[in-house]
């Protein structure tokens, strides 16, 4: 089963949203490994080492391919 992109858009208490599509096989499996990617260095890089987990204030997920 291939992966399917989905985009997340990230947040932020400062009104900062940051957007990045992140490759999983369904939506579930992408929740389960999110906090595993807001611990990686691309999200890190993303954020600007500044703002940290606490600082998020929403999390939006859209698959960006649609089932056929």
Do not use: P
Not at 17 to 44: A, C, G, P, T, W
């Amino acid at each position: 089963m291939d992966n399917k992109e989905f985009l997340v858009t990230i947040s932020m208490v400062n009104g900062d949203k940051h957007n990045v599509i992140l490759k999983r096989k369904n939506e579930k499996e992408l929740l389960e490994q999110f906090i595993d990617y807001m611990d990686s260095e691309e999200y890190v890089n993303l954020i600007n080492k500044v703002l940290t987990r606490k600082h998020i204030v929403s999390v939006e997920v859209q698959n960006l391919v649609n089932d056929k």
